[in-house]
């Protein structure tokens, strides 16, 4: 569900007529509906009612900080994997007892910082850097809360380079391990164990891989806790996939991902952490851009836009599909005509879609790509020193800017050229 629809003749971004805002802001532009937000992260909070537990929104889906309050002031807690985004969670006012820290390059300073400015727990995905936060937290006279994250070896059924609970993959320990390693952690000095960690992967469009794994982590937590340690948290991850396209995909519900929770490890008294990002950001947001050219070329129509890779890369890095529709609401016996949907960046790679079948289109008109309120705005880049592009907040009938576009020559102004190249 979300709140852009077609209304008068025209899609909205919730009260707010979507043209309204591209000719206010200029296009490209990521829109993001305050209401599609709110409504994603109380549908899983219902999902687990009845459950302790814990919503922790994986910041790497969007992190602006308008995002960030909006969350906050919801109750959720947050997922970070840098202290640039621990940093940000403080500012948006989650205190550090809602803060989980996952990652596997996490830096002595940056647990330092976390440590200081208060931490619900780390996220361990290796013995060094267990290791290593023991040093730190002991110089610190503190006491580091940790969980330990490990891979249990189950096949997401995702794309490749997003799929993380695999043998082969670089997070966690495996599971075969995990005695030992508690073991360890329980020995060293200034670290508390508080309970198991796992995330096998994002965007996924079956539960079957997460009853497999949670099956795994309630013999473990069993295991551990006849070991004699303390196992009160149960990290889960996220990673529950979004419908990309409308017409032909149906991941489960967050309904049925808590069904999946509760007959698993629901009968263990632990508190449960998950970590939605994609779920709860995904279809918060649209990437809006303008068409430049209608190109006919042989064979094939391109539409070339104003977006480029640099803007949305998920189709150039995941093959991944996004909705694409117009702005202005096509005739319903309007016919269809495949286009090659790309951007002007000189590679062959711009290219969100191929042979997609749009309604005549041609310079001018708008459109919008669905379900690009996750990794759109935070994985773009300035490549071909094109400026980042926008971002919108709607919330009712009013909007905000929450990132500006910068002008070129500010873009241009953060380099420094060294004295002996000034002249």
């Not at 002008?407 to 241009?412: A, K, N």
Request: aromatic fraction near 8%; glycine fraction near 8%.
């Amino acid at each position: 569900m979300d709140h852009f629809n077609y209304r008068d003749g025209q899609l909205f971004a919730e009260d707010v007529p979507v043209a309204e805002i591209a000719r206010a802001v200029g296009t490209p532009v990521y829109i993001y509906s305050t209401a599609t937000f709110a409504r994603h992260f109380q549908v899983f909070d219902e999902a687990l009612a009845g459950m302790d537990h814990l919503i922790c929104y994986a910041m790497k889906a969007n992190s602006n900080m308008a995002v960030l309050r909006v969350m906050a002031r919801l109750g959720a807690g947050m997922d970070v994997v840098s202290i640039g985004e621990y940093q940000r969670a403080r500012l948006a006012g989650v205190p550090g007892e809602k803060i989980v820290f996952s990652g596997v390059g996490k830096t002595a300073e940056e647990m330092r910082i976390a440590l200081e400015g208060g931490i619900r727990q780390f996220n361990v995905e290796s013995e060094p850097e267990m290791e290593r936060l023991s040093r730190v937290a002991t110089e610190l006279g503190k006491i580091a809360p940790i969980t330990v994250r490990v891979n249990p070896d189950v096949d997401a059924k995702t794309h490749a380079k997003i799929a993380t609970g695999k043998s082969e993959n670089k997070f966690g320990i495996p599971i075969s391990r995990a005695r030992e390693v508690y073991a360890r952690a329980a020995e060293l000095p200034s670290l508390q164990v508080v309970g198991i960690d796992v995330h096998i992967g994002s965007q996924l469009t079956d539960l079957d891989p997460y009853e497999m794994a949670f099956k795994k982590v309630a013999e473990l937590t069993e295991t551990l806790r006849a070991d004699g340690h303390t196992i009160k948290r149960l990290d889960l991850g996220g990673g529950l996939g979004i419908p990309y396209r409308r017409a032909n995909e149906a991941p489960p519900l967050p309904f049925d991902y808590g069904e999946v929770v509760r007959r698993t490890v629901g009968h263990l008294g632990c508190e449960i952490e998950i970590e939605p990002g994609r779920l709860i950001a995904g279809n918060a947001g649209l990437l809006v851009s303008e068409v430049i050219y209608l190109k006919e070329g042989e064979g094939r129509d391109f539409l070339i836009l104003d977006a480029a890779m640099n803007d949305l890369i998920r189709p150039a890095m995941y093959e991944a599909w996004h909705d694409i529709i117009p702005v202005i609401e096509p005739d319903v016996a309007a016919e269809q005509r495949p286009y090659d949907i790309v951007g002007p960046v000189c590679e062959s790679g711009d290219t969100f879609a191929k042979q997609r079948p749009l309604p005549a289109m041609g310079e001018g008109d708008l459109v919008a790509f669905r379900s690009a309120g996750a990794y759109g705005a935070v994985m773009s880049s300035e490549y071909n020193s094109r400026p980042l592009i926008p971002e919108v907040l709607v919330d009712g009938d009013r909007f905000a800017v929450i990132r500006p576009r910068p002008s070129v020559q500010e873009m241009i102004d953060r380099d420094v050229v060294p004295e002996w190249l000034a002249e």
